[in-house]
């Protein structure tokens, strides 16, 4: 990996101009004397640049001043939106599998209270079993006298 790649790198962003009312291009570093300034990536070509040089070129290009004419702050209350129609999406699936799961466990349920009616009358068999002599299925003792 280079010593570019470890760096984290940030996203440029052109600073808005309510002068002019349009967003312009600014350089993104504090300090263009700063020594090994982070990498700054431009969104309009995934472009990375970390020298002025580099950045000075970048922004004449066609397709950078097309981005920067069309740039807008990513709209928040746009994105929340679409993030509660995603989480209300998510909980109709989540509210589906419940009611399946409840189904299920309701069947099962009634499934446990047949078997358990059945090992009822089968203990009572077996009793009455023991009763008239037979050895007993479900005791190791033997019964008898
Ligand atoms: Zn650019």
């Not at 589906?96 to 047949?114: A, D, G, P, Q």
């Amino acid at each position: 990996m280079s010593a570019l790649e470890t760096q984290t790198k940030k996203i440029y962003e052109p600073r808005f101009n309510p002068e002019t009312n349009k967003y312009e291009d600014h350089l993104p570093w504090d300090s263009p004397y700063l020594r090994n300034k982070p990498v700054i990536t431009c969104p309009c070509t995934m472009y990375d640049f970390n020298s002025k040089t580099s950045y000075t070129q970048h922004i004449k290009r066609t397709t950078h001043e097309k981005w920067l004419d069309n740039y807008k702050v990513p709209d928040e209350s746009d994105e929340l939106k679409k993030e509660i129609k995603d989480l209300r999406i998510d909980n109709g699936k989540l509210v589906k599998e419940i009611t399946k799961l409840k189904n299920k466990l309701s069947k099962k349920n009634i499934e446990i209270e047949r078997v358990q009616a059945e090992i009822g009358s089968l203990k009572k068999k077996n009793e009455q079993l023991v009763n008239e002599g037979y050895y007993s299925c479900t005791s190791d003792e033997e019964e008898m006298d």
